[in-house]
Each structure stands twice: as C-alpha cells, then as structure tokens.
C-alpha cells in the first residue's frame, strides 16, 4: 500500500511526455473524443455478509459466524473512454486481476465429548482476466463546480489456492489443531457494481472530486468449489455479499499538458482501497 501511494504521488509530481492533440474540459472528453490509460488499483478490507451454515448428521456439525473480507485485491487496468456526449462519458476497460479473501469464524461439533474450535480460512486468487465498462455524466456548473453521477460494474473470474486452519476444544481445553491446503477445482465468480453521486471543483490544473458510493460486491462459489468443502463432502451454491454497501471516495485529477492527465483515488468506510490512473487524450 505504502508504494502504490509513493507511486501515485510521483505521478503528480513528474511531468511527463505530451501528444499534440489536446483535451476538452476535465469533466468529460467532450463528444466524440476518446482517451486511452492504465490503472493500478489495490482492495483491502472489504468486509462481507456473515455466512451462517450447518449440517445436519448424526452428530451435528454446526459452524457460524463465518466472517468473510477482502484481503488484497490488485487489478491493474488498461482503460478506454469515449465522449458520447459532451456531458456523458463511456469506459470499458480490461485487465488482470489478483483476488485475495480472508475468513474467520467458529464451529461446534455436538457429540458426547462436545467439541467446539475456531476456523480461519485464507484464499489466495491466481491472476484472472477482469472486465467492465462504466458511464460518468458530469454537468458544470459555473467556471468551477461540477455535479455528476458515475457507475461501473467489473467481474473477473479466478482460481483459488486455499488454507485452513482450526482450533479444536472440549470443554475448554485445548485437543487438536489442524490445517488444510488445497487448490479450488473451479474458478468462483467475483462481480462488483457501484453508483457514486459526486461533486468536484476546478482550481487550475487540478479537478478535485468528493461524494457517496454504493458499491455492492458478490463472491459466487459453485457446488464442489464452495468453502463449506473444506469440512464436508456438501455440493451447493453459496453467495457472499458486501456487508455494508455505502462508503465515501475521494479523487483528485492533475492535467500534466493538454493531453495528459493524471488521477489518484480513495475509498472509506465500506472499504478501503486506493487507485492511481494515467490517460491520453486524441
């Protein structure tokens, strides 16, 4: 995190090398004009809806409160916008993608000795091709404001290597540890969707952005690649959701030359995240 934000600091302060054909206002590319960039992008902390499950045997093997975050997503990005209006800009954009998840909960297994433990799972995500495509509608207000709506959906698909870890007890004390490891025989489904209202100021070069982002995430794992596989021979569905949708973003945006333009960006509170971005304007 430290050097993804050095690296976006230097992107700020380094001019760099300019095309000839230059660029309309920093709210939209204007009708007609396109850009191309390159974003870097890390996710962190996301946190997700507590999975309660249980399996109903002889004797019961019961886990709850399953807790499900984010643990160091990078996706790094080439991205194509296109002014279809002046006020509306589209994106689409492609990628690779590096998922990580972190989970951690409890277990009671009822039967005569009554055990119970704690469980702490960790998947780390091979690289995955990511794809998506946005729309951002910005109306200017006065030589300096701006008021705008954007959204984006992006999904990638990726291969996990897993581990898992328990603490087994009965009646308090301390009887078994044990760890698992294991590669996911198929690719669970990342989707990610958000809608942020924004209102953002010009002062010289810099276009500076704040507002309020709804941004839902969903996990889907399919029948043999579910989590609950890790302790039982179960073939289902299982969808993990954000947990808290709502969160807050910054943007600040640099314009090096009439071409060249320069963004940096954070998420709060549903998440935290950080994205640098460069783009080119003909």
């Not at 302060?13 to 974003?39: C, D, I, Q, W, Y």
């Not at 100021?201 to 709804?214: D, E, H, L, N, P």
Request: include cysteine.
């Amino acid at each position: 995190m430290n050097r993804i934000a050095v690296l976006g600091g230097l992107v700020f302060l380094v001019p760099s090398a300019v095309f000839s054909a230059g660029m309309n206002g920093a709210h939209t590319l204007g009708r007609g004009k396109a850009s191309v960039g390159l974003e870097q992008e890390i996710v962190t902390g996301r946190r997700f809806e507590t999975l309660t499950w249980s399996i109903q045997a002889d004797p019961v093997f019961i886990t709850e409160d399953l807790r499900w975050k984010t643990k160091r997503t990078y996706r790094s990005m080439a991205v194509v916008r296109y002014g279809l209006l002046d006020s509306v800009e589209l994106t689409a954009l492609i990628g690779l993608a590096r998922p990580g998840f972190e989970g951690a909960g409890s277990f009671d297994y009822r039967d005569p000795d009554h055990y119970t433990g704690h469980s702490r799972a960790r998947w780390r995500g091979e690289y995955g091709t990511v794809f998506g495509a946005g729309v951002k509608h910005a109306l200017r207000i006065g030589d300096r404001w701006l008021l705008g709506l954007d959204g984006q959906y992006l999904t990638h698909r990726n291969a996990y290597h897993t581990t898992l870890s328990c603490d087994v007890y009965s009646h308090d004390t301390l009887v078994g540890q044990n760890n698992l490891s294991r590669k996911l025989s198929g690719k669970p489904v990342y989707a990610e969707w958000h809608v942020a209202p924004f209102v953002g100021a010009k002062t010289g070069g810099f276009t500076s952005y704040v507002g309020i982002r709804y941004s839902q995430g969903l996990l889907t794992i399919r029948e043999e690649e579910v989590v609950l596989r890790l302790f039982s021979s179960e073939r289902e569905t299982k969808r993990f959701r954000t947990r808290h949708p709502f969160g807050a973003y910054a943007r600040i945006e640099r314009r090096i030359s009439p071409s060249w333009k320069a963004s940096l960006d954070g998420r709060l509170i549903n998440e935290r995240a950080l994205s640098f971005g460069m783009q080119a304007a003909f």
